[in-house]
Structures are given as C-alpha cells and as structure tokens.
C-alpha cells in the first residue's frame, strides 16, 4: 500500500516563503510522477502542479508560476513544494499526489494516491 505524508505547513505572513515536504512509502517512488494540489473549503481541489518521474518536466498552474518550484529526491523518496511570495489567496490545505499511471495530468481524478494534506495559512 503506498502511503503519502505531507509536512512543512504553518502559518505565514504575507510575501513569506514555506517549503512543504511528502514523503512516500510502500512502492517505487521513482516510477510515480508526483504533483501537488490544494483545497479550500466549498471549493474544488485545485492543481498547483507536478513533476515527472525523472524531474525532466514539470508543469505548473498559471497561479503558481514564477512563485512555486516543484523538486523530488528519488534517493529519500521524497518530493518537494517551495512557495515563494505567498499570498492570503494561496491559503488551503496543501495535498501531494501519486500518479502510477504515468498521466500526470492537471485533474484530480486521475492521480492514484493522495496524502492527507498539511495546512497552508497566510495572513495579510
């Protein structure tokens, strides 16, 4: 069973910076594009983005470009998510996913495995 566990969120002014972390567990992180998500409540979940097995490609949602930067160590089966110039918009519960499938798209519905999510707060 493969398990995803997100940590690194808090609470952070306005223009601050966090890094998040998940790490993966039970499986072959290496073979598993990873991306990251995000949800507030009464919304759906929404793509920040992903990168590929390999770290070649990485895609990012248009909100999250030039602020976000997508890594992942294969050797510590971990992927990261660095949030630059954060703003109170970008507050959410931030979710990292697994995709096995090799689709690694911009929906929800097609990733395989999710964390729990960690909570993002930013305040003005």
């Known amino acids: 069973q493969v398990q995803l566990a997100e940590s690194g969120g808090g609470l952070v002014q306005a223009g601050g910076s966090l890094r998040l972390s998940c790490v993966v567990s039970?499986?072959?992180?290496?073979?598993?594009?990873m991306g990251w998500f995000r949800q507030v409540p009464g919304k759906e979940r929404e793509f920040v983005g992903f990168i590929s097995r390999s770290s070649s490609n990485r895609v990012y949602a248009d909100s999250m470009k030039g602020r976000s930067t997508i890594s992942r160590d294969n050797a510590k089966n971990t992927v990261y998510l660095q949030l630059n110039s954060l703003k109170p918009e970008d507050t959410a519960v931030y979710y990292c996913a697994a995709d096995l499938g090799g689709r690694a798209t911009m929906a929800s519905k097609d990733w395989d495995y999710w964390g729990q999510g960690t909570q993002v707060t930013v305040s003005s």
């Open positions: 039970g499986g072959t992180f290496s073979r598993y594009a």
